[in-house]
């Protein structure tokens, strides 16, 4: 209903002035609230104020929405101070705190620590003591103390405070240690004033807060007149540290930064356990995917895996020598309590030296030399925790012996269970020489924890060496090769590639301990062990000669991957960490070994010295190496970067066709991963190795990772990665972000889980992909996921819709955005131009099946699919896949099962 009143024109001007004034007065009131409590905005005067106000009201504009938008652009302070503190402990990180008026202060991120000392070796040895911070020109500069007994320090700078770039610690000429750090800047060039252990004070200069001038001695009065540091009383706490001002703008970018990880973090730790409530309100779940005429070439190596030495996977693993410490080379650098006799037991009148003197070779130094008074001796070994054998089956037994006194001996083998003898030989002994002896052994019946038992006849002395007992039956009958049943369980994932020998393992700890390839080819003898990092021993019996023909046995593309010059950031020996690369003089040295790979792997043995050593060890053919990988997830810091770029450079130069593998840190993002992605745009590498172990949410929360990546620069190896679990609810979360990944398989072109083995009882790592024990494997419900995506693969993607229908409790239709339905059902669609198949592959993570209908269009003419389900509670680990085939018309109402993967694959055979 409308009402007109009739009134004149003066009237009406006169209620319009009487509306307006009370709109002003109203309007006003709201204005100078905000401005009252609002620090930042200028306080104008009343005049101008209530111009302002008379303006907006005139324009018949809320006054409440001018002035809210002019609060998130306008109405704010210009600069806040900040607080850079640390909380005293040494392995808590860097706090920030801001306030508005330098009295009252807030916290960042309810106790987030904004950079933390990656000085040290790992864990609880990384340190930060008395942090000083600067900020000048945009940019924030920090250093710390590492230690009140080291000549070095710590820096790092950053434009946000939110990615730093990877810490220097630059060595201190002229003193022995800095505690107590000031950094400030003078003019152009950056002050650091510091004390030392023994109560002296310095400074040091940089121009680049990169190259450090030598130590100037200073006296404590100069020292203390620069001291910056303020304390300030947080949540009731005080500390100790430095105010600098900034812009506003930083700190709320950082606020966002602080409150979007926090948020993220939430979404990431949810798990299944908490869908009864997640889906409490779901009755049903329906959908139709329709298949597009959208399709585009993908990487068919997608799927690969990664060995590393970890967990006992190589010796004790998938290496199928039986004896342990076969050449008397274990010692305390594999651990502590071991030495060259561990896992040998001798009875009480047998006398057991180690000697090196004369040994086999430079590279196995120590033998045993054993000796009794009454002319009979034993030697026996257990293996790694008892001998598996198979009765009837062949085992090849060898060892070195020389007589030290010269003297004859007889020597007895015996293979024992308990009293049991299961198979024996007997040798002469009686040259002053090394020479190796050998039999074959056939037990005459199975035996779970045999032991190896040599009898030693003879009065005197004889040296012992590199005794073996390899079985003959090992995957693809190989000699020194691989333990079956566990070569066999990788070769069913049917894996693209393999990524070898690591990990950590591949940079080692300290510049010693790095892997070098030329070590683990040849004589098996000539070879020289190493520590393990993981705390053991590396026999290097499994070698590079070893790893490049097990892919070729089983069609896997060969990755080398080679340390970057550098040791393992987290190394405690020879240094703190990453302290430094092989010198760069060195380096041309250190490069030719990669490039004699190259050589070795791919040259004529005709013309090329290192491709005759390959063909005399048994390979007068190639292998074909494609690619080559510098380094694992190091700190991309200046020394890394210097190294890398030397070698990708040198080996383009050499050798174009190789493609190079790089790599960015252990984390999805962070400051390895910036640096490291930014490196690899400068200097245009082919392929970066990405890695990251995370929660299910994560990779549920994280389906658009690889959307946006750009499609034509580096592509991406995802080396390592895995959920936190041997659960179904983790495998089913690996096995969307495969799905994910084959969307964007044009730009990520090879992925593997990891860790891939794990020695029941011997694990440094958990979870792994297959698991085992000397006589059994289990491989977990991750491996079938990635056994069923390796044997699923295709070359072609094709981009198909997948509506989902859920409905409620009352059968109503859910259209609500927050659906959780919509982010756990997911496809990809795959054609194998090879076979001509047509993949289908679904994961459903509700607790709901799913209905659904499956549009071929004109992927209409198959014959015949073959369904493979994964399906269980969500918490299962013991499940394995199913297998059966279902009719072409199953897929108008095919029933997708909770918890589920399911591979539908359609072909014409
Ligand atoms: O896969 C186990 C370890 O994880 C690897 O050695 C290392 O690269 C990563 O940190």
């Known amino acids: 209903m409308q009402i007109y009143l009739k009134i004149t024109k003066k009237e009406y001007a006169l209620y319009l002035f009487i509306y307006i004034l009370y709109k002003f007065a109203k309007e006003y009131h709201y204005f100078s609230n905000y401005v009252k409590t609002n620090y930042s905005m200028k306080k104008n005067n009343i005049f101008t104020n209530a111009i302002i106000v008379l303006f907006l009201n005139l324009f018949f504009c809320p006054i409440h929405s001018i002035i809210a938008i002019g609060y998130n652009t306008r109405n704010h302070p210009d600069s806040v101070y900040t607080f850079v503190y640390h909380y005293g402990d040494p392995h808590s990180g860097l706090r920030i705190a801001y306030s508005i008026d330098n009295r009252y202060w807030i916290p960042l991120g309810n106790d987030y620590s904004f950079v933390k000392s990656d000085f040290g070796s790992w864990g609880p040895f990384k340190t930060m003591y008395n942090p000083s911070t600067l900020y000048d020109n945009g940019t924030w500069y920090v250093v710390w103390s590492v230690a009140n007994n080291i000549n070095q320090f710590a820096t790092t700078k950053s434009e946000d405070f939110w990615i730093w770039k990877p810490q220097s610690y630059p060595y201190l000429y002229n003193s022995n240690s800095l505690i107590n750090p000031i950094l400030r800047k003078k003019g152009k060039k950056f002050e650091l004033y510091y004390k ?67 948020t993220r973090n939430a979404l990431f730790n949810e798990s299944c356990r908490d869908d009864i409530n997640r889906f409490k309100n779901i009755e049903s779940i329906s959908g139709v995917l329709d298949l597009t005429s959208n399709i585009k070439p993908i990487s068919s190596n997608l799927i690969g895996i990664f060995f590393e030495d970890i967990n006992y996977s190589a010796d004790g693993g998938l290496y199928a020598e039986l004896i342990q410490n076969r050449d008397f080379e274990y010692n305390e650098m594999d651990r502590k309590e071991w030495n060259a006799k561990s896992f040998w037991e001798t009875d009480s009148s047998t006398e057991f030296e180690i000697s090196e003197d004369k040994p086999i070779h430079t590279n196995n130094r120590h033998y045993a030399v054993i000796s009794s008074p009454d002319g009979f001796a034993t030697l026996s070994n257990n293996g790694f925790d008892g001998i598996v054998l198979k009765k009837g089956d062949e085992y090849d037994f060898s060892f070195f012996a020389k007589s030290i006194s010269k003297g004859k001996y007889n020597i007895n083998v015996k293979l024992i269970d308990g009293d049991k003898v299961l198979a024996q030989s007997s040798f002469k002994v009686k040259t002053t020489e090394w020479k190796q002896q050998k039999a074959v052994l056939t037990p005459n019946s199975d035996s779970k924890n045999a032991t190896l038992q040599l009898e030693i006849q003879g009065k005197g002395k004889i040296g012992l060496d590199f005794i073996s007992l390899f079985p003959q039956n090992t995957y693809k009958s190989r000699p020194n090769g691989l333990r079956q049943d566990l070569a066999q369980v990788l070769a069913d994932i049917h894996p693209k590639f393999i990524r070898f020998p690591g990990g950590c393992v591949t940079h080692g700890n300290g510049l010693e301990n790095m892997y070098n390839w030329k070590e683990t080819i040849g004589p098996l003898w000539e070879r020289k062990s190493q520590f393990n990092l993981w705390g053991y021993h590396q026999s290097k019996g499994l070698g590079f000669y070893e790893f490049f023909q097990f892919c070729e046995d089983i069609g896997a593309e060969p990755l080398p991957v080679l340390p970057a010059g550098v040791c393992c950031q987290n190394s405690s020996i020879g240094g703190h960490g990453q302290q430094g690369g092989i010198p760069m003089d060195e380096m041309d040295d250190y490069t030719q070994d990669l490039l004699d790979l190259i050589e070795w792997a791919n040259g004529d043995p005709s013309t090329s010295k290192w491709a005759k050593i390959r063909a005399e060890s048994g390979h007068e053919q190639p292998f074909n190496l494609k690619m080559i990988g510098i380094g694992n997830e190091d700190l991309i810091s200046d020394v890394f970067v210097e190294r890398f770029k030397y070698i990708n450079k040198t080996i383009k130069e050499h050798y174009p066709e190789i493609q190079v593998v790089g790599t960015v840190g252990p984390f999805f993002e962070g400051s390895d991963y910036e640096y490291g992605w930014q490196l690899a745009k400068d200097e245009k590498i082919d392929i970066v190795d990405e890695h990251y172990y995370v929660s299910p949410g994560w990779y549920i929360h994280n389906q658009d990772y690889y959307d946006t990546y ?200």
């Open 196 to 262: 030392t252990n023994d109560n002296n004070y310095y400074v040091v200069f940089s121009d680049d807060f990169n190259n450090w001038s030598d130590s100037r001695q200073i006296n404590a009065e100069t020292y203390d007149s620069v001291s910056n540091l303020k304390s300030i009383i947080i949540n009731g706490k005080e500390y100790e540290g430095n105010i600098n001002k900034v812009p506003y703008s930083t700190i709320n970018k950082l606020i966002i930064n602080v409150d979007n990880s926090q």
């Open 710 to 909: 750009d499609r034509n620069g580096t592509k991406v190896y995802l080396g390592e990665w895995a959920s936190r679990s041997n659960e179904l609810e983790n495998a089913l979360a690996e096995s969307m972000h495969i799905l994910n990944i084959e969307r964007n398989a044009d730009v990520v072109i090879m992925t593997s889980y990891a860790p891939l083995l794990a020695k029941i009882g011997h694990t440094q790592w958990n979870p792994d992909l297959i698991y085992f024990n000397n006589s059994e494997v289990l491989p977990t419900v991750n491996y079938y996921i990635q056994q069923l995506c390796g044997t699923n693969s295709g070359n072609n993607y094709i981009y198909s819709n997948l509506q989902i229908e859920t409905k409620d409790l009352n059968g109503n239709l859910i259209t609500s955005d927050n659906n959780p339905v919509q982010k756990r059902i997911k496809q990809s669609v795959v054609l194998d131009n090879s076979s001509g198949d047509l993949i289908i592959k679904l994961v459903n993570i509700t607790p709901i099946p799913a209905t659904l209908k499956i549009i071929l269009n004109r992927y209409n003419n198959y014959k015949t699919v073959f369904l493979s389900t994964l399906a269980g509670e969500y918490n299962e680990k013991n499940i394995k896949p199913t297998y059966k085939s279902i009719d072409i018309n199953d897929l108008h109402q095919l029933i997708i099962p909770s918890y589920s993967f399911t591979v539908l694959r359609l072909t014409n055979n």
